[in-house]
């Protein structure tokens, strides 16, 4: 048999997206394979985890009880048990930040070829991955020469599987010895609090990369001040210290669906778009016309912002 | 103490490429130390200013061209850096295990009490070299560090891993460790006249296959790139043209339309 396991993510009680897109992913694959689907649950309340993933497609869910929430500790050597156990030709984790935190120790412990954030999967004798490179420029396609392989799955690139389906829960039995693990985790922080909640704008005016300069800003917060937008920003800028991180849109920051979102000077990288995708318009101003953010753009301006955004400013006074 | 820090040297694609059989065209690509690795430097540099007999090694897997970048990391404060390469090392397709093998070799060299890696490359974003490495050595390690504290013994890292939805995961780690470094952990510093000049005369060991009791086998990788292509664009954009003022103007008329902007 040429199964494939799967390793579902979940935080605080709840079954990430990523893990019903990879149920997808995973019996695709699992068909191309001529295999079962497992999927592995591991930590947390594994009963009403494993009730939410009962899902059509999964042929298997092996649960394993230990700890209230993520240790790469006990992900790594759970999953590598499981997949000892198993012996399925795939295992699929998810590239999330957690799945960044275990996947590759666990493909080092198996000795499998890692594919990492695959957006797609296609198997006919042998795996052939799509991938991304040079900030989305360019789609890759790699083969594997062998089996089994370890695959992280990129979220929101698969649809996630809603039908119910009656689904053998079975307890896997792992010795997890926390008190042993070299990292423990302290608990969770929520960050980015404070006067604006842009996860509450109509109307959000979004800086990138493209501003270069802290000081050019201000040509923004003139913008935002002319069309009582509130202003938001990706990921550099937060990290330059110039907007304080309750700004940040984006995988790692705020998801937000305003009516509006002007996005000035953002590339649109993957982990941005994550966090703005759902907003009703979204509008992009940047010189690059290969920009991905011009690819769910409804209205697109290929200029210079230095040029661009004055003269709206100017439209509005 | 030591602390080892991974330095690539990524390639990034001009705004306008073409590709050329499986990669970008060499003209099209420039190349600069990558992004994540800058602020895993900073991190190393920080801390060795912050403690007394600290020493700094950064260690990179690339062609003679990356000194280049190897300087920078130098000029920033590293002590002396490592280079990692041969004939047979520039002939294979380095997947995650030959990356891991050929920095665990490194690692047995070097005996470093803390790694510091970027959490990912810019230009081929696999994100999984640092705990394939963590996991390989025993050290123990945390993915997505954008806050990092140490005890003032150095036994343990105190970090926060950013994880998704503005929430940080609190974590203490005991060292020795690898740490994989997320952008905005720090602010990296620019190099100084002073540091660069200083850089010219610090070491570059260049170690080979060979020199790591390693041979070819360690690199070979059953992954391949077969294609490159670029994505279909999705997009059905209207865009607006004309002067930046028309464009402007049009621009204007789509946000009263929507009524987002009131007169």
Redesign the interface.
């Known amino acids: 048999m040429s199964d494939v396991l799967a390793v579902a993510d979940h ?1 605080r009680g709840a079954v ?1 997206d990523v893990s019903v897109e990879m149920v997808r992913a995973g019996r695709e694959l699992a068909a191309d394979l001529g295999g079962d689907l497992h999927l592995a649950v591991i930590a947390g309340d594994t009963d009403a985890l494993a009730e939410t993933l009962s899902l059509d497609g999964v042929d298997a869910i092996h649960t394993v009880e230990a700890g209230a929430e ?1 240790n ?1 500790d006990l992900y ?1 050597g759970a999953t590598a048990a499981l997949f000892e156990e198993l012996s399925p030709t795939a295992l699929l984790m998810p ?4 799945g ?6 666990v ?3 198996l ?1 499998l ?5 695959a957006v797609g999967l296609a198997y006919d004798g042998g795996l ?1 991955a799509t ?16 089996e089994p ?1 370890a695959v ?1 799955v990129r979220g929101g690139e698969w649809a996630a599987v809603e039908e119910r389906a009656d689904v053998p829960v079975e307890a896997f039995d792992y010795e997890f010895d926390e008190s042993a693990s ?11 609090a404070g006067d604006v909640d842009i996860a509450d704008a ?2 959000l005016v979004s800086v990138g990369r493209g501003i270069e300069e802290e000081e050019n800003l201000e040509l923004i917060e003139e913008l935002v001040e002319a ?3 509130t202003m938001s920003s990706s ?2 800028i ?4 110039w907007l304080p ?1 309750n700004r ?1 849109v984006g ?5 937000v669906t305003p ?2 979102y ?1 996005a000035i000077g953002i590339s649109g990288a993957v982990q941005h778009v994550a966090g703005m995708k759902g907003a009703e ?1 979204i ?2 101003i940047n ?4 920009a991905p953010i ?11 912002l230095f ?6 400013i ?3 006074e | 103490m030591k602390i080892l820090v991974t330095v690539k040297e990524v390639a990034e694609a001009a705004d306008d490429f073409e590709i050329d059989g499986t990669d970008i065209g060499e003209q099209y690509l420039e190349y600069d130390l990558n992004e994540w690795d800058d602020y895993a430097v900073e991190a190393a540099v920080q801390l060795s200013e912050a403690y007394d007999d600290v020493e700094t090694v950064s260690v990179t897997i690339g062609p003679e061209r990356s000194e280049e970048t190897i300087r920078m990391a130098l000029a920033k404060g590293v002590d002396r850096a490592v280079r990692v390469w041969d004939d047979d090392v520039a002939a294979a397709e380095l997947d995650v295990a030959a990356k891991t093998r050929l920095l665990s070799a490194v690692i047995a060299e070097e005996e470093p009490d803390l790694v510091l890696t970027g959490v990912q490359a810019a230009d081929d974003g696999f994100g999984a070299t640092g705990v394939s490495l963590a996991d390989d050595i025993g050290f123990d390690w945390a993915a997505v560090v954008n806050h990092l504290e140490t005890e003032d013994d150095l036994s343990t890292a105190h970090v926060h891993r950013e994880l998704e939805g503005g929430i940080e995961e609190l974590t203490d780690v005991d060292l020795p460790a690898v740490l994989t470094i997320q952008t905005g952990l720090n602010e990296p510093r620019y190099a100084s006249l002073r540091g660069i000049r200083a850089a010219q005369s610090k070491e570059i060991a260049e170690y080979g296959l060979d020199d790591l009791g390693l041979d070819a086998d360690a690199v070979a990788s059953p992954i391949s790139r077969t294609a490159m292509y670029e994505p279909e664009t999705e997009s059905d954009a209207t865009y607006f043209d004309g002067s930046a003022e028309e464009q402007a103007a049009q621009l204007a008329d789509v946000l009263r339309n929507k009524g987002v902007v009131s007169e």
């Open positions: 935080r990430r993520f790469h790594a590239n999330s930040v957690n960044l935190d275990y996947a590759p120790a493909a080092n412990r000795d070829p890692l594919v990492a954030d052939e991938r991304e490179m040079y900030a989305s420029k360019v789609a890759t396609t790699v083969e594997l020469s062998e392989f992280t070299g990292a423990r985790v302290q608990g969770f922080e929520e960050v980015g109509d109307f069309t009582g937008a990921r550099p937060v990290d330059n210290g991180k940040q995988q790692s920051g705020k998801q009516d509006v002007l318009t509008i992009a010189t690059d016309p290969n011009f690819d769910i753009a409804d209205y697109g301006i290929v200029g210079d040029d661009v955004v004055p003269a709206l100017e439209q509005f």
